[in-house]
């Protein structure tokens, strides 16, 4: 179905309603299907995929990935490989804004490429840049993956927020620590630009105060336990109208495009949930999960190789399958393996997310890469290919110490917990 071109949301639904039919009947199946449409529209942490999207619209129309990317520019655009760094925080900034990696590549490479180009930057280590930083928007809370999988997977969504901050600071630490590998190998490749003067960056600091303080108040806000996400979700939402509004950037036109893309998105996502949970509850009543779950216990492998071997799944799916898809067949079948060697479904949320997000880098059907050649339309595909290798290999490093060391991602929300 997904090959002959029908949405993910609309083909997990009809196999898992058809699937119903074929192992309980039709009347059964029809109210196994109905219940989980009616839970799925009554549930409250529904409400807040739509705010944080109408939040991101807000934000997006107000220039902010400009503002963040000139803010980073102008504290270390002046040290070599600087803009490279400029354009990790600017991607860091607008994932939190905007929670899409796709959305954040594209609109932070619509900035920060032309930049580092003009500026000398070699064309691979600015496209794999861009490519590989616009993943942070699917780390980096409020993201919308995190949401999709705590509603499918019932868990936690504050739980999975803040279980994502360290493994996002991390990420965006290490493509920092390959841009600096990179520039000491190749010097050529990023060359200094010009200091910025302190007034210059008291300035372009001062024009992200606002936004960086509503990001700082919603998230900090679910990890200490102020509000919870749906409640978050609306403060980060009436804040960017505000902010919209006092920056003079607010207009009727700019509003109902907000709302319009706000109300189509959140359709789309909705039907795919509605879909993923129906197929889930036909995976559920054929005994799969529990089959799986079995043979891998019979394996007797251990919790680490039993992981490596999930991620090694994960990856060989995610050559060729869309991140969402990817998360909603594989979340109902592989969750409780990772269940089953003692690791948290918070956990495997953060994993999964993070895998996903290889995915979008990884050659040759990686999304962002075909974003940034759409940016930059005069860079060859292979050339952005070479660009993103030394990233690829730091996540893929990255996601094996979130395997070793399960508290990069646990310790945070048991400490606050605690």
Same mark, same amino acid.
């Given at each position: 179905?997904?090959?002959?071109?029908?949405?993910?949301?609309v083909?997990?639904?009809?196999?898992?309603?058809?699937?119903?039919?074929?192992v309980?009947?039709?009347?059964?199946?029809?109210?196994?299907?109905?219940?989980?449409?009616?839970?799925?529209?009554?549930?409250?942490?529904?409400?807040?995929?739509?705010?944080?999207?109408?939040m991101?619209?807000?934000?997006?129309?107000?220039?902010?990935?400009r503002?963040?990317?000139d803010?980073?520019?102008?504290?270390?655009?002046?040290?070599?490989?600087?803009?490279?760094?400029?354009s990790?925080?600017?991607?860091?900034?607008?994932?939190?804004?905007?929670?899409s990696?796709l959305?954040?590549a594209a609109?932070?490479?619509?900035?920060?490429?032309?930049?580092?180009?003009?500026?000398?930057?070699?064309?691979?280590?600015?496209?794999?840049?861009?490519?590989?930083?616009?993943?942070?928007?699917?780390?980096?809370?409020?993201?919308?993956a995190?949401?999709?999988?705590?509603?499918?997977?019932?868990?936690?969504?504050?739980?999975?927020?803040?279980?994502?901050?360290v493994?996002?600071?991390?990420?965006?630490?290490?493509?920092?620590?390959?841009?600096?590998?990179?520039?000491r190998?190749?010097?050529?490749?990023?060359?200094?630009?010009?200091?910025?003067?302190w007034?210059?960056?008291?300035?372009?600091?001062?024009?992200?105060?606002?936004?960086?303080?509503?990001?700082?108040?919603v998230?900090?806000?679910?990890?200490?336990?102020?509000?919870?996400?749906?409640?978050?979700?609306?403060?980060?939402?009436?804040?960017?109208?505000?902010?919209?509004?006092?920056?003079?950037?607010?207009?009727?036109?700019?509003?109902?495009?907000?709302?319009?893309?706000?109300l189509r998105?959140?359709?789309?996502?909705?039907?795919?949930?509605?879909?993923?949970?129906?197929?889930?509850?036909?995976?559920?009543?054929?005994?799969?999960?529990?089959a799986?779950?079995?043979?891998?216990?019979?394996?007797?492998?251990?919790? =680490?190789?039993?992981? &490596?071997?999930?991620? !090694?799944?994960? #990856? %060989?799916?995610?050559?060729?399958?869309?991140? *969402? @898809? +990817?998360?909603?067949?594989?979340?109902?079948?592989l969750?409780?393996?990772?269940?089953?060697?003692?690791?948290s479904?918070?956990?495997?949320?953060?994993?999964?997310?993070?895998?996903?997000?290889?995915?979008?880098?990884?050659?040759?059907?990686?999304?962002?890469?075909?974003?940034?050649?759409?940016?930059?339309?005069?860079?060859?595909?292979?050339?952005?290919?070479?660009? =993103?290798?030394?990233? &690829?290999?730091?996540? !893929?490093?990255? #996601? %094996?110490i979130?395997?070793l060391?399960?508290? *990069? @991602? +646990?310790?945070?929300?048991?400490?606050?917990g605690?």
């Amino acid at each position: 179905m997904l090959l002959a071109g029908l949405p993910i949301g609309v083909a997990l639904g009809l196999v898992g309603l058809g699937g119903l039919f074929l192992v309980l009947g039709i009347e059964p199946g029809l109210i196994k299907g109905g219940v989980v449409l009616v839970d799925t529209l009554t549930r409250y942490e529904l409400g807040t995929l739509p705010l944080f999207m109408f939040m991101a619209h807000l934000f997006f129309s107000s220039n902010a990935s400009r503002d963040l990317f000139d803010a980073a520019a102008k504290m270390v655009g002046h040290r070599r490989g600087g803009l490279a760094y400029a354009s990790v925080g600017g991607c860091a900034g607008f994932g939190a804004i905007n929670g899409s990696s796709l959305a954040t590549a594209a609109t932070i490479g619509l900035v920060a490429l032309p930049e580092m180009r003009k500026r000398g930057y070699s064309d691979a280590l600015a496209t794999g840049t861009v490519a590989a930083g616009g993943t942070l928007g699917q780390m980096i809370p409020p993201s919308g993956a995190l949401i999709v999988f705590g509603i499918i997977a019932e868990q936690s969504i504050g739980k999975l927020f803040t279980a994502a901050i360290v493994p996002g600071i991390t990420q965006a630490l290490l493509y920092c620590a390959v841009i600096w590998i990179v520039v000491r190998l190749r010097p050529n490749a990023a060359p200094a630009s010009e200091r910025a003067t302190w007034a210059e960056r008291r300035a372009a600091l001062g024009k992200i105060a606002d936004m960086v303080l509503l990001i700082a108040l919603v998230i900090g806000g679910i990890a200490l336990g102020w509000f919870s996400p749906s409640e978050a979700a609306s403060i980060g939402a009436a804040g960017a109208l505000a902010i919209a509004a006092w920056r003079r950037r607010l207009n009727r036109d700019m509003l109902m495009q907000a709302f319009e893309e706000t109300l189509r998105t959140s359709g789309l996502i909705l039907m795919v949930i509605i879909g993923a949970l129906v197929f889930s509850v036909f995976v559920s009543v054929t005994g799969v999960t529990d089959a799986v779950g079995a043979w891998v216990t019979g394996l007797a492998l251990g919790t =680490v190789p039993t992981l &490596l071997l999930v991620a !090694l799944i994960l #990856l %060989l799916l995610g050559s060729v399958l869309d991140g *969402l @898809a +990817l998360m909603l067949l594989t979340t109902p079948i592989l969750l409780p393996v990772v269940e089953s060697v003692g690791m948290s479904a918070i956990w495997f949320g953060i994993f999964l997310c993070r895998a996903m997000e290889i995915g979008f880098v990884h050659p040759p059907l990686g999304m962002n890469l075909y974003v940034i050649q759409g940016v930059a339309k005069d860079v060859s595909i292979n050339r952005i290919f070479k660009g =993103v290798m030394p990233f &690829l290999a730091s996540d !893929l490093f990255h #996601l %094996l110490i979130i395997i070793l060391f399960p508290a *990069l @991602a +646990l310790g945070l929300p048991e400490l606050l917990g605690n």
